[in-house]
Structures are given as structure tokens and as C-alpha cells.
């Protein structure tokens, strides 16, 4: 027994949602996830309401997936989810900040029924455990509200489904410690077209 080599495990005390790089709440998105993700699930999005900041050799840049976007300085907590003028997105996307899912989700379910939104965001697929997630997600599951696996339809077998984020505009060294989930919040035009090529899906393969 004296022979069996020591494993360092001095990480396994620390949770894995509690680890510093599954709670950074600036991490960007790949454009290799975001717009076959947007294709997939039909949406264009003009507003980015979790996007972060970062500068470069002095220049401000942002990792927003948008032409507009909310910073943590605009609270998108705290203010309805509105392009500038007022005017309802087409779309709205978030990277989940990974210190605020019960927020983030409270928070998207409040603004996708005050104001009808077109929302698509993604957040660790461990988060379906908490009660909160019930309550703001699965209640409405299939009554204008889906979810599905992040894939990285590229490449669906590069990193087990895991997500190499971006950091300051560059890839980070490691992958993600969870795999993901895209939620699609249907503005109720929306679903209406969703349900309809799903019926139509059906049919051709002798479903209904």
C-alpha cells in the first residue's frame, strides 16, 4: 500500500459551482456558440443585457454580442429590458452571470411577460437543480418558454459539450466546469410560428 502514489485532490473540497472560473460573471461568448445558436432557435437579437468591458492598450472594448448592450454599471436587473429609444427588441440575448442565476431567470420571466420578448440565454445546465429554476422556467416549459443543450454544432464533439468563454476578447485557458443549457423565451408571435413547424415536423413524419 506504501507504494500507491498520493493524489493531490486538494481541488475536491472546493465545489465546482463555487470554483472562481464557474462564478466569473464576465465571461463573452464565442461567436462558434452564439450564431448557430441564434439560427437555431430563429432568433436575431439587438440587445445585450449582460454584456461586460474590457480594455485594451488603453481602448475600452466590450464582449457584447449586440449593437446594444446593458453593462453591470446599467443594472439590467433593476430597468425594463428596452432598446434606448424605448422600442422593444427584435431579440435579447444573455450569457447568464454565473453569481445571479435565480436573479437572471426572475428577472427574464418578468420581462418576457410584462413586455411579449423574443429572449435566448444560456446558463450552466446544473442550475435545473434549485428550486427557482421550477418556478421560473419549468412551470412554463412548452407554454412559450424551451430549452435544450449548448452544442457546439461545429464541432459537437470537441470539449464533451463543455464551452472554452472568452476573457478580455480571448479564449480562456480552461473549458467550463459545467455543460450548458440555451433557454428561448417565444414572444407569443413567436410561438405561434414555433408551434406551427412543429405540428408541420409532425406530420411529415406521420406524428399526427
Known sequence: MDEL????????????????????????????????????HDIVCDLDVFAGEYEV????????????????????LEKDWLLPNEKKPT???????HSLHKETLEK??????????DILGILPGNTVRPPFFYENVIKYLHKGI??????DWDNPEDNGGYINFEKN????????????????????DSWTRFIKKRIGEMKTYGNV
Open 91 to 97: 431579440g435579447i440575448w444573455w450569457n447568464d452571470p
Open 5 to 40: 502514489k498520493q493524489v493531490d485532490n486538494t481541488s475536491a473540497t472546493i465545489p465546482r459551482h463555487k470554483m472562481k472560473r464557474a462564478v466569473d460573471d464576465d465571461f463573452g461568448t464565442p461567436d462558434r456558440i452564439y450564431y448557430p445558436l441564434c439560427k437555431r
Open 57 to 76: 492598450n488603453g481602448v475600452l472594448k466590450s464582449n457584447s454580442k449586440c449593437l446594444d448592450y446593458y453593462t453591470i454599471k446599467d443594472n439590467a
Open 146 to 151: 424551451e430549452i435544450e443543450p449548448v452544442i
Open 169 to 188: 476578447g480571448k479564449p480562456t485557458e480552461f473549458i467550463s466546469v459545467n455543460g450548458y443549457l440555451a433557454i428561448r423565451y417565444f414572444s407569443k
Open 108 to 117: 427574464s420571466l418578468e420581462q418576457w411577460l410584462k413586455h411579449d420578448l
